[in-house]
């Protein structure tokens, strides 16, 4: 099996003329806005870059750590991009918000008011664990990865791929002020190291009210038509030596390789974009069985279950108030989850991805002349090892997630048993950096716990368990719970009776033990965990040998699609994993459902219709008397004769995105992607063109607000504008 | 004062060639569409509804008793049309919705499954009650109305109009199957009688599932883009005679003086369109104070009012779950009204209609050369006398529709003073043929009456009216309640502690000594009622005297604004008032707000999307069926490549216009009208030519359903398709 990435983009075999016409018809049409495009890939798609409309060079865009490319940055949990040469980052309000929150007192509440930096002094140092990532080198390290690996196969495949990644990270961490990973890419193909300058001092130049950053709140997300002003600008700070510091007034600002300049004008509907930014994850190379199963089983299952377990939560809120207000926060998580889940469901079957994907590896496999298909079906019988176990695996999966006291008895009983080990094999959530964490959870317990809601919540989840057929169920389960609802209604009753770990000083004295691998004390929940947690751990390394073979036998699935994609004349790009990658496309209109077409630029007459003036449409004075008035000066679009807000294109998304910043075809800076639309929760799985569709800042927007609403003239200037 | 009806439209005084190109281009755009014309204003606004696209004689639709307009009938609360030479009359699903009921059992679910009669013998009686009115006569009877009512004021006028109208009906109903009325047009300008054949035995022919002829219930009512099949065909029957008669086996088909034939082609975006129905009531030329007084008090004040009841009777369903079945339907309508109050508030504010009035009536006051300014005062004095007592009114009167007991007390307690008097002189609503309403009413209180929050709902209305200034409170209501919260608190607590009104029995023995003038029961609420009811009475005249004085005084604001309307070169129609009405216009799409466009045509691919399989989105399988084959046949949509299923246009309607047939402009019938769009509910008072629409259901839907899904092909024929 071929391990050289350009395999991936090289079309193989004969073609006629006529399927290579046909097919460059398809790359350039119908699949043109699908990709999110390694930078090396796009001298590849060089031709279709330029017919979508991009003006500069694609050569230019195809390394990640020259610029434009690297004035793209990790910010906190999203994207940023570097706007000036004294180290501004452009962000999303709502990636921000944590530095916002920071710096707010009650008798200074920059959330409600916003905030501007009348100069630098005048900036505010951001929470001090966020960060920012430059990404100073990008390398190919496939072979030291894999090197141990070959030969080997599901565990000791594993171990050793896990064993090479971590020296390389250790390695490459020694240089001081950086932060390095390894990325996967085409799931275990190839392998690349990541080497990231971590800026540590970060501050606050300018953020607008909640009202304006957050304008329509949980209401208007994943909405569009959408009128929210959702950016923030930080500054990047380092030593006197040009290094990454922690905080200190005698920090100089960043200068940055390089960073973008926010374009005079702005696009309307067909121009072209182009966004950079780090999507965190997406599974559109998955196998068909895994597209039937996610669609067939997954999602309807997820959404079976939160049902059931809203439903328990929310009828022990009716009969008890106190309960209601503990469990807000965890039924308005599992609501959201719910939704995000049937969301996905029904785009999966709008789009019919299922059908889509099957017909095209059906496709795939015939053309695949290399008669490896026993391998492929190698690949098949370890996803049906785990789909055997699936049920039971998110049963109890959502057993830790879904309780306190329990969860609390089962992390405690791991820590003791981890504890025991040196710092560095520990089972990852164990290790010492992650015990201010577990201190943290088992301390939160006391606002997140009822005795009878966790009981009817574990009822729920065991009593669906020990429906399974034998097969999925555990001894030590069963051993614990019985097999009947009489027999684990009576063992939740005897160990919530005589838990004690219902009270923090408890939790918290057996953390003092577990942390140093003693003994824990006698309670009847951790003498529980004393015996599930064998059988977890069991269930862990089962796991990972599966991932083992699968990290062994995707690449063959992998390199089989790439040929039937280059046969097609679509290169392909892998699936997202949190690195640095490019899409292009343009600003589309969206025709959500019969007879109904959303625009793709909004204007700001959408915020006085919108506004109520109660949150989260309450609109700030200034904003609505500014709109009345009409000044919009240079930052008008012309067309609409008015002030645009939001814009929205088909470049390809996914979470990880939020703060990329979006470019017009001369690689300025038009958008800060915040949001995509509610038909495209399941472009994670599936790009549909019909619907996907990412969702901007218009930067004339932002300049409007620094120019005439918030001024901020000095720091326009910084930005050139 | 001219009565004379043409001087409304005839221009008066000079305007300069430019002004009357100006106003020639208004009536022709800006207006074109606004307007419920009486069919004998048509000939007057030839050259508009000829440039609008009508390719018919104007001429031709002046005469309400003639071809066409005579096949546009009264159906149950709305309107139908008849479409066949044997009576099939086309209406509304929702409209026939009581006929389906009536026909339905638990073993012949018709208003689940729908219902199709194999021949005439087949067809279904409607339920007896169930009438279509075709108008035969419409006359004008101003000077038989206003003869002896002219020089008197106030109640006088008040009542000798009363006196005229009812004797007029009286006369005309001598002749056997008619129904008369006098209708009221220009607010007392004008007086016509109208003579309707009432048809009494009609039977069920056709009606599509709940699921196709409501599909979307109340989550799609007012919305669009909506995907509705909601029409039913019945038949009217006569005796053999010809004449109207109940229900009998051996009546004949009726044969309408003429009906509509649907078309064989269907409409496109900006396709003429035109409506004929029954519209209920408009406020379109109420002058500019009650505009401010509407937006800026009544709305606000019921929105306030209602949400504090809906507050109180939610609050006491939390405590109490029998308290929440009693009050779900109150509660749904409490609702249902301030969902409308608040949409016609938005929709004013939105419209700016306070303001646009108060412009116009300004100009028309200035327009005006005939120096009777003081008269107009006069009558803005009248209306000011309303206002002073406005929120009394509003309270008294949600005391009576809100509560269950003291209603009760108080109707059987005016019941016994009215049936003293000979049945023709009693207060509209005691009469002879009011007894079984009143009883049905005392029955349905035990399903809809818990104590605790009948004392809540009155204690929040009685405590906002303690808090009225003086002037507007009573002294009846003052001695029985009160002026302190512990005061009205007690009071209810012995009115309610020693009824026994809530006692069916009790109730129904006060009504039959009640209905003979007899002395009532001993009984707290009675006595209350009592000393309550002359109050109600003392009120009642006074409203009487205002509304003869507004009798009297509304002509001449009406004449006014006629000559500012025709030197505007824009004819005036009178609001609505139940009387036949045509209005025109063209399919056109929406844009309800800021990025978001609608379709003027929706298709069956929108069912599918959104079908859920659960009420109300469950369409049933032999539509989604065929949807899927894509069977369409001559009834698709050539451009759209599908089938159409609604449509929408700009055309003026309003309650009361449901079932009006839509024609094109060959005068064919292209749809049926069923609902409006949200954003137009409140164009009962103001039409803003940018959201008022209405929907229909397409003809080719129908005809589509008919032949291919639900096949009855016996009827296309008779329908001549």
């Known amino acids: 099996m071929t391990k050289n990435p350009p395999a991936i983009f090289r079309p193989r075999g004969r073609v006629s003329v006529v399927a290579l016409a046909c097919l460059a018809a398809l790359a350039t049409h ?77 008798g200074r509440n920059l959330i409600d008011n916003g905030f501007i930096a009348g100069d630098r002094a005048g900036e505010l140092p951001a929470n001090p664990d966020f960060r920012v990532l430059v990404t100073v080198g990008f390398d190919r390290v496939t072979d030291q990865v894999l090197g141990a690996a070959r030969g ?22 020694r240089e001081a002020g950086v932060r390095c990973s390894v990325a ?51 500054r990047a700070y380092v030593g006197a030596d040009g290094k990454p510091a922690a905080f200190s007034p005698d920090n100089v600002p960043y200068q940055p390789p390089s960073h973008l300049q926010v374009a005079s004008d702005g696009p309307q509907e067909g121009s072209f974009a182009m966004l950079a930014g780090y999507p965190g994850i997406t599974y559109r190379h998955r196998t068909a ?58 785009g999966l079957r709008r789009s019919d991805a299922v059908q889509l994907r099957g017909a095209d590896e059906r496709d ?13 079906d190698a690949l098949a019988g370890v996803l049906a090892q785990a789909s055997a176990v699936r049920e039971r695996d998110l049963l109890l999966g959502l057993m830790m997630s879904q309780s306190q006291l329990l969860r609390s008895a089962l992390t405690l009983e791991r820590l003791r048993i981890e504890a025991a080990k040196p710092d560095e094999t520990r089972e990852a959530g164990y290790q010492a950096r992650d015990l ?46 019985g097999r009947t609802p009489a027999t684990l209604a009576a063992a939740l009753d005897t160990l919530y009776a005589g838990t004690t770990l219902g009270d923090e000083a408890v939790r918290l004295a057996a953390l003092a033990t577990a942390r140093e691998g003693r003994a824990l004390p006698v309670d009847p929940l951790l003498a529980l965990a004393a015996k ?41 790009y892998p699936d997202a994993n949190g690195t640095l990658r490019v899409s292009y496309g343009r600003l589309e209109s969206l025709q959500p459902r019969d007879a109904v077409t959303y625009a793709p630029v909004t204007t700001v007459q959408g915020i006085t219709q919108k506004n109520t003036g109660q949150v989260p449409f309450d609109a700030p004075r200034p904003l609505l008397d ?66 996907k569709r990412a969702v901007h800042v218009d930067m004339r927007y932002m300049r409007w607000l620094m120019e005439k609403v918030y001024p901020a003239p000095h720091v326009l200037r910084e930005m050139g504008l």
Chains 1, 2 share one sequence.
Not at 81 to 99: K, W
Not at 446 to 459: G, I, M, P, S
Not at 650 to 669: C, H, K, W
């Open 30 to 106: 119908a699949q043109a806005d699908e990709g999110m495009w390694m930078p090396s890939q796009l001298p590849q798609i060089a031709a279709q870059l330029r017919e979508a409309g991009y003006a500069g060079d694609p050569a230019a865009l195809a390394d990640l750590t020259s610029a434009p490319l690297n004035a793209v940055v990790r910010a906190g949990g999203g994207t940023g991009a570097f706007v000036s040469a004294d180290g501004l980052v452009l962000t999303n309000h709502h990636v921000a918000f944590g530095v916002i929150q920071y710096n707010s007192t009650p």
């Open 152 to 173: 080997k196969s599901g565990r000791a495949y594993y171990d050793a791929v896990d064993v090479a990644s971590k020296r390389i990270v250790s390695e490459c961490e």
């Open 184 to 234: 996967n890419m085409y799931y275990g193909t190839d392998f690349y190291r990541v080497r990231q300058l971590e800026l540590r001092d970060l501050r606050l130049v300018y953020a607008p009210p909640r009202s304006i950053g957050n304008f329509g709140d949980e209401t208007d997300n994943f909405m569009w038509p959408r009128h929210t002003g959702d950016f923030t600008l930080l």
């Open 289 to 346: 069985a895994e597209f039937a199963e996610q669609v067939e089983w997954t999602l309807p299952t997820r959404v079976e279950v939160f049902d059931s377990l809203i439903g328990v939560i929310e009828q022990a809120g009716r009969e008890n108030a106190q309960a209601r207000t503990l469990y807000a926060s965890q039924l308005q998580s599992l609501k959201n989850n719910r939704k995000r889940a049937a969301g996905e469901l029904e």
């Open 364 to 376: 795939m496999l015939q053309h695949n002349a290399r008669g490896d298909r026993r391998e492929l």
């Open 436 to 481: 201010a964490l577990i201190e943290g959870t088992l301390k939160q317990v006391q606002r997140r716990y009822d005795r009878a809601v966790e009981k009817a919540v574990l009822t729920a989840l065991l009593g669906r368990y020990q429906r399974l057929p034998d097969a999925q169920r555990l001894p030590e389960f069963d051993a614990a719970f």
């Open 532 to 572: 599930l947690v064998p059988a977890q751990v069991r269930l862990e390394d089962e796991r990972k040998a599966r991932e083992g073979e699968l990290l062994r036998q995707r690449p063959l699935y992998m390199d089989v699609l790439a040929a039937w994609r280059a046969h097609q004349g679509r290169p392909l």
């Open 626 to 691: 500014a709109i009345a008035r009409g000044d919009f000066g240079a930052t008008a679009d012309a067309a609409l004769g008015t002030q645009t807000v939001n814009f929205l294109t088909n470049l390809d998304t996914t979470g990880g995105n939020s703060g990329s910043p979006v470019l017009n075809a001369r690689g300025e800076l038009i958008g800060l992607n915040f949001d995509s639309n509610w038909e495209a929760v399941s472009a994670s799985w599936w790009f549909d063109p019909r619907y």
